[in-house]
């Protein structure tokens, strides 16, 4: 039996789930992307991470669907003439989970553990001359330089995000995970309740004061209009499937395409694309240890990799749904760029990548291929990649495993004998790809790059251009350089660029397009 059959059978097949509960309009059960492995946006770079921590915690500023940073929990800020002091003042009525005020010194103490870990934070390091909070509600940047993305720094939506949280939890090594989840956003997370693998539960914190205007993606009011939102991790499609149609669930972020056609015929569903912005999926390769640590066997892959075969395995058959894309940037926004990426066109030549590898002194090294089988998007990817590998010739071992492993493991920088990874999979939300500043996938800062640690000066002086434009014909021209220089030096490989749905029972009202699940303005009937 093909794929495609056996899960059309199997969501139409399939019992309803045990943990079906009697079904209340102020409690939303919502399935996630993957398990909810912790609630640390800062020391992790999961997406699921990420949506989680919306729910709990508050942000600065918020992006808004016309892609720009508005205040949130600030009420406003004033900036110098010259550009290099910048004053905040947090709007009254914000409160920690545990009754506490929010006051400036947290969100110090937050920034401070956030710049550690963020591309843009660094920058702003490298910039600060005092970070301070001046009193309760007052804090101020003092910068040596003007830095005037300072506001999309403050509230892009990318991981590491910078979240407000009590200024004890904070002062956590920021590459350590914080081990106590209390914030000020809209939800409480209910730890006694959590459990790994199967539920994570959020609670309707009273004391959130919502913003007066209306709601704008990350901007605006928060209002919840639910009591509850239920996570609860179903792996396999056809169970959620099954779930969704039989009432057992209210909402799930992303069904897979195979289950699209039986999903929109049960007039109780409707599904539509969840992100306008799409996603990019991403081969990361490890930069520090062989094989890839030689850029000629990274190019190697370039080669061999069919983005129409990653898109098929991950989306389906269905070309309104995807393309290939020889780019580290989103297609159809204003920067995206093909140029330096010659090596992702055309038919593919596995005997050519042959040829690299051994002029490469490639000798049957293992590649460690970690999958996350639990998680459809990487699973696909994973299963692509064994075959690419195999057909050139590489000693592929193909590791199973669960997302939350996946994200403990590609931390390591040991060699594959000890432990360590070759290349790992994943995807970035379109709209953190349309230009370098929340995107750090296209990093190459060596140590302070994302996981597989590439490392390119040519790369990271086209970034620096790009900071420095002072118009789009400059911006464009800074990006054709990161992109020819990414390319170059492999800094990852794109698998292409892909829409992704989303579905909800008829009775939910409020679901929104946006590049990460929105809770707030959803209701039930």
Not at 298 to 303: D, E, P, S, T
Request: charged share 25%; net charge neutral; hydrophobic share 45%.
């Amino acid at each position: 039996m093909q794929r495609r059959t056996f899960l059309l059978a199997a969501g139409a097949a399939l019992a309803a789930p045990a943990y079906a509960r009697a079904q209340s309009s102020k409690v939303l059960r919502f399935v996630p992307q993957a398990d909810l492995p912790n609630l640390d946006a800062v020391a992790g770079t999961q997406l699921v991470v990420r949506n989680a921590s919306l729910l709990v915690f508050d942000m600065l500023y918020g992006i808004g669907a016309d892609l720009q940073p508005k205040p949130q929990m600030v009420e406003g800020h004033e900036v110098s003439a010259d550009g290099k002091i910048w004053d905040f003042r947090l709007r009254p009525g914000l409160t920690f989970h545990d009754g506490e005020p929010v006051r400036s010194r947290d969100v110090v103490a937050s920034i401070r553990r956030w710049m550690v870990r963020d591309g843009m934070g660094q920058m702003i390091q490298t910039q600060l001359d005092a970070l301070e909070a001046v009193d309760d509600r007052n804090f101020r940047f003092r910068l040596k330089a003007p830095f005037p993305k300072l506001l999309y720094a403050l509230g892009k939506s990318n991981t590491p995000l910078l979240v407000i949280m009590p200024e004890r939890i904070a002062r956590t090594d920021p590459f350590k995970q914080i081990t106590e989840y209390v914030g000020s956003g809209p939800m409480v997370f209910k730890r006694d309740e959590w459990v790994a693998g199967s539920r994570s539960v959020f609670e309707r914190f009273a004391g959130y004061q919502p913003r007066q205007e209306a709601a704008d993606w990350l901007a605006g009011g928060k209002r919840m209009l639910v009591d509850r939102v239920e996570w609860l991790t179903m792996p396999d499609p056809g169970t959620a499937a099954s779930a969704l149609q039989g009432g057992e669930v209210d909402w799930w972020e992303n069904p897979i395409a195979d289950l699209v056609p039986l999903l929109r015929r049960n007039r109780n569903v409707k599904v539509a694309i969840g992100d306008p912005l799409g996603n990019v999926g991403a081969m990361r390769l490890n930069h520090l240890q062989a094989p890839f640590d030689n850029k000629q066997v990274r190019q190697a892959l370039q080669l061999a990799v069919s983005q129409e075969d990653y898109m098929r395995a991950i989306v389906g058959d269905d070309t309104a749904l995807w393309k290939a894309m020889p780019s580290f940037f989103t297609p159809g926004t204003p920067l995206y760029t093909e140029v330096g990426a010659e090596r992702l066109k055309g038919p593919r030549n596995y005997e050519r990548a042959k040829e690299m590898l051994k002029q490469a002194g490639y000798n049957g090294e293992k590649v460690a291929l970690l999958v996350a089988t639990d998680v459809p998007i990487t699973k696909a990817q994973g299963d692509v990649t064994a075959d690419m590998l195999a057909r050139i010739g590489m000693n592929v071992d193909y590791i199973a495993t669960d997302w939350g492993t996946v994200g403990a493991r590609r931390t390591s920088k040991k060699p594959v004998a000890e432990g360590g990874w070759s290349i790992f999979f994943s995807w970035h939300s379109g709209v953190d790809c349309i230009n370098p500043a929340p995107y750090k996938g296209v990093s190459a800062s060596g140590d302070k790059a994302w996981f597989g640690w590439p490392d390119s000066a040519e790369v990271e002086r086209h970034i620096a251009d790009w900071y420095q434009a002072p118009d789009l014909a400059a911006e464009k021209q800074a990006i054709d350089g990161v992109n020819a220089a990414g390319m170059d030096h492999v800094t990852f490989i794109p698998t292409g660029f892909f829409l992704g749905h989303t579905a909800w029972r008829g009775n939910v009202a409020g679901v929104k397009q946006a590049p990460f699940p929105l809770f707030w303005g959803v209701e039930k009937g």
